[in-house]
């Protein structure tokens, strides 16, 4: 599972950047950088861009993972070079982004939009799995997430619009109740489509402020 994202535009990177003329570049070892979208690779060629924007870069580095508590220690290490930066340039997701903010009184900005969670599909290829719905279905859809690969995400069966399998939204992609039903015919559990799913849950997702769980410890 990896959190997905892609680079912003440099244009809303520079004009973040606008009021500083010293920033400091922070790389992500893990899903940035398997994304190509903000591994040492991708640091470097920001560094380029930064300084021929008249940016005076003060250091970079990829911390292993930078949405981890060991992003404080990282910051220490790096101190001599991140402190006479104004501003922190953060090649991560948003987690990642917030993370250094908690470590950092220096101002923070995100250079990547995070997208979704998802897998690899193919090489290249990622596709969203999880809408972090705080209401999983997937005991009664066979493990395939209608809300998330439904273009509709409809909870009830299929809107009838399919053809050959295939979404009407987009001819490209599977038609999910189509796989839904297919696999519970194949586990023998097509009854399971005779009860009605109750309207979204929406109270449980992004919603009403940061979502939090209490766990027994």
């Known amino acids: 599972m990896l959190t997905v994202t892609e680079q912003k535009p440099l244009e809303e990177i520079t004009k973040f950047l606008e009021p500083y003329k010293k920033v400091y570049i922070i790389g992500c070892g893990t899903c940035p950088t398997m994304l190509h979208t903000g591994g040492k690779t991708e640091v470097i060629e920001m560094k380029k861009k930064l300084e021929a924007a008249g940016k005076e870069v003060t250091g970079w580095m990829v ?11 990282a910051l220490v290490e790096e101190k001599k070079c991140v402190d006479p930066a104004e501003a922190l340039l953060i090649m991560s997701c948003a987690f990642g982004v917030q993370t250094v903010g908690l470590y950092s009184g220096k101002a923070v900005y995100p250079a990547l939009n995070t997208m979704f969670m998802g897998r690899e599909e193919s ?54 109740w189509q796989l839904i039903i297919d696999r519970l015919a194949a586990l023998g559990e097509l009854e399971k489509l005779e009860d009605i799913e109750p309207p979204q849950d929406w109270g449980k997702s992004h919603s009403g402020g940061p979502r939090r769980i209490k766990v027994e410890v």
């Open 63 to 73: 911390i292993p993972t930078v949405c981890d508590t060991l992003t404080k220690d």
């Open 123 to 176: 090489p290249g290829v990622f596709a969203e799995v999880c809408a972090q719905c705080g209401s999983c279905r997937l005991g009664r859809t066979a493990a395939i997430c209608p809300l998330v690969r439904c273009a509709k995400s409809l909870q009830n069966g299929p809107c009838g619009g399919s053809v050959g399998g295939k979404c009407e939204v987009d001819p490209n992609t599977p038609c999910a």
